[in-house]
């Protein structure tokens, strides 16, 4: 064999042995990021302590993800949020850090009652970390939010929501309480308040809150989206059934829909069943 053409095969070997290091090195580099992302989410110890029966779908798109659940305490008070930030993977995954690192300022700083107050302030801290002005020609990086903040002595539930809504199913009933049409962030439109809706629980209540990921996907025969109203169904056809059980349900009605489809997006469902303090 000619010197230049064993030359040529040596810088081939030696670039692929390269780009097969790299990409090492990327997966070892974003499995690690996955970790630092899970240990800014709320432990299982916490939620166990706060929640009786819940349950928590996560599936990420890559090994990071835009999609973060919370979960905190403050006096009688419990919050629950779940957020979905602009992008997915490693621009998701800090967007999120954000997300985390503002709802604990904010709550472990102030004395709320209603949910609308605390994405006034986390809109304000996300506008000025990313220098958002509300310019035209500004990015619209932000985050859609459903958050609940549930009053044990008065079993009540105070939510706002940056698009997101909540589900509350009673007696084979499902409420949508839909959220406000802008993010947490710069939106399209002019900004305004976020709206706090006030919802008194009952005993066996089962709240749902959930980012879009599980309802865009496409899949089935036909290669459609999922699309609310099945989404719906679904939670009414389970929401009797044992935390563990219905978890298991969604996963599986998610993998049998998806198929052979790629996943398009972060996917979190989280669920829980309300129990009154009387």
């Known amino acids: 064999m000619r010197s230049d053409k064993k030359n040529e095969i040596r810088k081939e070997l030696n670039k692929y042995k390269k780009n097969q290091r790299q990409e090492r090195e990327m997966a070892e580099s974003l499995k690690y990021a996955s970790y630092i992302q899970q240990a800014i989410f709320p432990p299982e110890s ?12 996560f599936q ?5 993800s835009g999609d973060f659940y919370y979960v905190s305490e403050r006096g009688d008070s419990v919050f629950i949020a779940v957020g979905d930030c602009t992008g997915h993977g490693v621009p998701g995954a800090f967007m999120s ?5 503002y709802l ?3 709550i472990s700083h102030g004395n709320y009652s209603a949910a609308g107050s605390i994405l006034n302030h986390m809109r304000e801290h996300v506008m000025k970390a990313l220098c958002q002005t509300g310019d035209e020609t500004e990015q619209k990086d932000g985050i859609d939010l459903a958050l609940c903040l549930i009053d044990s002595r008065k079993n009540t539930l105070s939510y706002a929501g940056a698009f997101n809504p909540v589900y509350i199913i009673r007696d084979q009933n499902l409420i949508e309480i839909t959220g406000d049409k802008m993010p ?4 399209a439109e002019e900004e305004r308040p976020f709206t706090s809706h006030l919802y008194q629980l009952n005993n066996n209540d089962t709240i749902y809150l959930f980012t879009d990921g599980f309802v865009d996907q496409f899949g089935g025969t036909s290669g459609k989206k999922y699309k609310y109203r099945p989404f719906r169904d ?12 219905q978890k298991s349900k ?5 993998n049998t829909w998806k198929g052979n489809h790629p996943q398009l997006d972060d996917v979190l469902i989280f669920g829980f069943r ?4 009387t």
């Open 46 to 57: 916490l939620i166990n302590k706060l929640i009786s029966e819940y349950f928590i779908f």
């Open 60 to 64: 990420p798109r890559e090994i990071v």
């Open 97 to 101: 850090l954000l997300g985390i690192t």
């Open 104 to 106: 604990n300022e904010i």
């Open 184 to 187: 947490v962030g710069v939106g």
């Open 234 to 245: 679904m939670l009414l056809g389970i929401s009797h059934l044992p935390m563990p059980e």
């Open 250 to 254: 969604i996963v599986q009605t998610f």
């Open 274 to 277: 309300y129990h009154t303090s």
